[in-house]
């Protein structure tokens, strides 16, 4: 029992990353598209590039809001 | 809460928003960002500078912790190494910041804002933040079982005598109505509780329809239909006692006003 458990857990750990290792890149970067053109991002005017992020920061003397995300797995 | 229009004018107002998505896609440098700063997972939520250095890891999940913490971070993180060399600093600002980045423990908030002249904008923000950190009290307590629910909505009914609201986008506001009604009901008070009583009924009616919609969704589910339908109970039950109370309070309050 205790081993279905931890396998299971393994599972759902391991489970986005086995879900990447499918896909061709062609389809993560359609992945990446989607995700930045959802509401949230584009309404709220969040940037995806962390230079131009930390270039926007220097100019409006500002700290940086970082929300870790990812495309390539729900 | 990314969609919340509130946090949407804040974002645009006060701090640069970055997310730092994870592609898997070959090459892509900013992919490397979160094993950089010490994260395991997601979602993860950081500050950092304009350098990319990090300021903070500690901020709430609602719109106010992450506005009381940007606004205290760069004043602790000027202050901080002149305390550490030991230099004289402006005492006032420093509790303010140390009390917005969280370092403070509530005893300790209280009796250092009682010692300090603040001025009325500190003084308003500090008795913010301590009412926040009184209430996540009651709520830990709740946790513990170290109180009981009816005491908890006594001290909230208190807290509402007092004059003591929650600030917009704190996330105890939940609680806080929850709790007032359940005080309020006792003391028969209908002001205090029609406060509340919106909001709360709202929520009650919001998640009986979830509860609905998924009972539908999972219908060829046994175990599913057993969780929905012991749920969609309890929660029409709630909804049931509420509204009872409600009556109570009313005729309570249409006597009194019948003299």
Do not use: C
């Not at chain 2, 609201?165 to 704190?170: F, Q, T």
Request: proline share 2%.
């Amino acid at each position: 029992m205790r081993t279905l458990i931890l396998s299971t857990l393994a599972l759902l750990v391991a489970a986005p990353g086995l879900i990447a290792q499918g896909k061709s890149q062609e389809e993560l970067k359609k992945l990446y598209d989607h995700k930045v053109n959802e509401a949230w991002y584009t309404d709220g005017g969040w940037i995806a590039d962390f230079a131009a992020a930390k270039a926007r920061a220097k100019k409006e003397d500002k700290l940086l809001f970082t929300y870790f995300t990812r495309s390539y797995s729900p | 809460m990314f969609s919340d229009k509130k946090f949407q004018a804040w974002g645009k107002q006060d701090v640069v928003l970055f997310a730092s998505v994870m592609t898997r896609i070959k090459d892509r440098k900013d992919d490397a960002l979160l094993s950089a700063y010490g994260f395991r997972g997601f979602p993860s939520l950081a500050l950092l500078d304009s350098e990319g250095e990090m300021v903070t890891k500690e901020i709430g999940r609602d719109l106010y912790s992450m506005q009381t913490v940007s606004a205290a971070v760069s004043v602790y993180h000027k202050l901080k190494p002149r305390v550490d060399a030991g230099e004289e600093v402006d005492q006032a600002a420093w509790f303010m910041a140390r009390l917005g980045m969280g370092e403070l423990k509530l005893e300790e908030a209280k009796k250092e804002a009682a010692g300090l002249k603040l001025n009325d904008e500190q003084k308003e923000t500090a008795s913010k933040q301590i009412f926040v950190m009184e209430l996540d009290g009651l709520v830990q307590q709740l946790r513990k079982r170290s109180m009981e629910v009816d005491a908890a909505g006594d001290a909230v009914y208190a807290f509402y005598k007092q004059g003591k609201r929650l600030p917009d986008g704190a996330s105890l506001t939940s609680f806080y109505d929850q709790m007032l009604v359940k005080g309020a009901s006792k003391a028969k008070d209908a002001e205090a509780f029609f406060f509340s009583y919106p909001r709360v009924k709202e929520g009650m009616t919001t998640q009986l329809e979830s509860l609905e919609k998924g009972q539908l969704q999972y219908k060829d589910n046994e175990r599913a239909q057993e969780y929905f339908k012991r749920n969609i109970e309890s929660t029409k039950k709630q909804i049931a006692e509420l509204e009872i109370q409600a009556k109570a309070v009313k005729a309570k309050a249409d006597k009194v006003d019948k003299g």
